[in-house]
């Protein structure tokens, strides 16, 4: 494979860039662009070495900075790599890419040292994915769940389910293939504990991914309600500064106010509507409608009330649209008396949360009741979680096979026809490690990656 480089730090100014090379020739090419004041050069050295000198581009020196050699296969890519440091300015980090290039490395694309670290063996696929969580971890425990992931405990629990189905499989197919050779029959029983145990990790896997998907993903969240309850001002306690203009006149917030939040562990993509009511003002009535459509679209309603007020019409209709939904029924103006019965709410909304919106302490309040709706509050960021959604459902197709395998089973239909569903779920865990994927699914994994890692 041909040498790539690329800037592995973020694109803005800084103490410190690093440029990364990777591939044949790696260490060559960056002792075209760095001088050790050794005189030492780079290609000489051993691994995990690191040398101090200046960085050119030709007879132009860019930069003075430091150099760190990493050989094969101790390496993040398997490769021979090198990663130069130069200061963190814009433009003598753009100088110092250009010179390598120059040099002879190609452009990296994106994922595509991680993508190279993946098919040199140095991590499976579900670890790699696992990286582009640890980057974009935003809590405790989502940090934890990706490193937990980036460690290999899925892979781990995934080997460990396809061991035992492959000797299952392996045990039919003798069976099957030679049935005049004195070869042991096939037990029913411990088929079917075999394919029940592994469906029920599976199950386990994928409970796991979905309550914790809050922590690791983050949760698309609306505020919505009539006019003049609090919405706003929840939107400005939420994200902890003036988001959302507040004022007494009812219908002020038109447009759809947006911003990523962090409560307590969850990540919520919180979204301020205007509120719900008919009206003949054309601007408004616009924001009514963004506002419906955009609940339709959430997967989190965070329904507002104001305690202080009977419900009307327009809060029954409100109700009605969060019934069956991921719901919180937020009740504002705690401070206040309340002027209708908490039963009439909790018909349509089980959660119901009591707060004053202007109180900083009501954040607290509905952290805790957050993370119990959204199961959070039992997630175990240590345990084996699956990386996204392309490993969810390779978990759940695989569960499927399973079933219709187990179903055949029990149903007496012949052992090669279970044998079947037994390698098509085996096929969907292969898949889900990288032991046995597509090109097309690794590129449209490592295209979610940016360019330098």
């Known amino acids: 494979m041909s040498c790539i480089a690329a800037v592995c730090t973020p694109n803005a100014s800084g103490g410190v860039a690093i440029v990364r090379i990777s591939g044949e020739g790696a260490l060559e090419i960056a002792d075209r662009v760095f001088a050790a004041v050794s005189a030492k050069p780079l290609s000489s050295m051993k691994g995990y070495r690191a040398a101090y000198g200046k960085i050119h581009d030709g007879d132009i020196v860019l930069d003075e900075g430091v150099a760190i050699v990493y050989r094969a296969p101790h390496s993040y890519t398997g490769e021979d790599v090198a990663e130069i440091c130069c200061h963190g300015g814009l433009f003598v980090t753009k100088r110092l890419l250009r010179a390598v290039l120059n040099a002879g490395a190609v452009p990296a694309e994106a994922g595509e040292f991680t993508r190279r670290a993946f098919l040199n063996g140095r991590m499976d696929l579900s670890e790699a994915e696992a990286v582009m ?59 079917l504990a075999t394919m029940q145990t592994a469906k029920a990790e599976l199950e386990t896997l994928i409970a796991r991914y979905d309550s914790g998907r809050a922590v690791t993903e983050g ?73 419906r459509e955009k609940m339709q679209e959430a997967a989190l309603l965070l329904a507002v009330f104001d305690s202080s007020v009977p419900l009307n019409e327009e809060d029954y209709a409100l109700l009605e649209q969060c019934k069956n939904r991921t719901a919180v029924a937020i009740i504002n103006k705690s401070d206040l008396e309340s002027a209708f019965k908490i039963a009439e709410i909790e ?50 197709n695989a569960v499927g096979h399973l079933e219709q395998g187990i179903f055949a089973l029990q149903s007496g239909e012949t052992l090669d026809a279970v044998g079947v569903c037994i390698d098509c779920a085996l096929g969907e865990l292969f898949a889900l490690t990288g032991k046995k994927v597509s090109e097309a699914v690794v590129s449209e994994v490592f295209a979610k990656f940016c360019v330098g890692k």
Do not use: H
């Open 347 to 396: 018909k349509y909304i089980p959660y119901t949360c009591f707060i004053s919106a202007k109180n900083p302490e009501s954040a607290q309040i509905f952290a805790n009741l957050l993370a119990k709706v959204l199961g959070t509050n039992a997630f175990d960021a240590n345990g084996e979680v699956l990386a996204g959604e392309r490993q969810r459902q390779c978990c759940a």
């Open 219 to 291: 949760v698309s969240a609306v505020i919505c309600g009539k006019p003049n309850v609090g919405k706003s001002t929840l939107m400005n306690l939420l994200s902890g500064r003036q988001r959302s203009i507040v004022t007494s006149i009812a219908g002020t917030t038109r447009d759809i106010i947006e911003e990523t939040v962090r409560v307590g562990e969850i990540v919520l993509r919180l979204s301020d509507t205007a509120g719900l009511r008919a009206t003949d003002d054309e601007v408004e009535g616009i924001g009514v409608a963004m506002a």
């Open 133 to 191: 969580n640890v980057i974009s971890a935003q809590g405790e425990q989502a940090l934890a769940a990706a490193n937990a992931t980036l460690s290999g405990s899925v892979s781990r629990a995934i080997d460990r389910i396809a061991g035992s189905l492959t000797t299952a499989a392996a045990g039919l197919a003798v069976w099957t293939d030679y049935p005049d050779e004195d070869v042991p029959s096939v037990s029913d029983d411990a088929l």
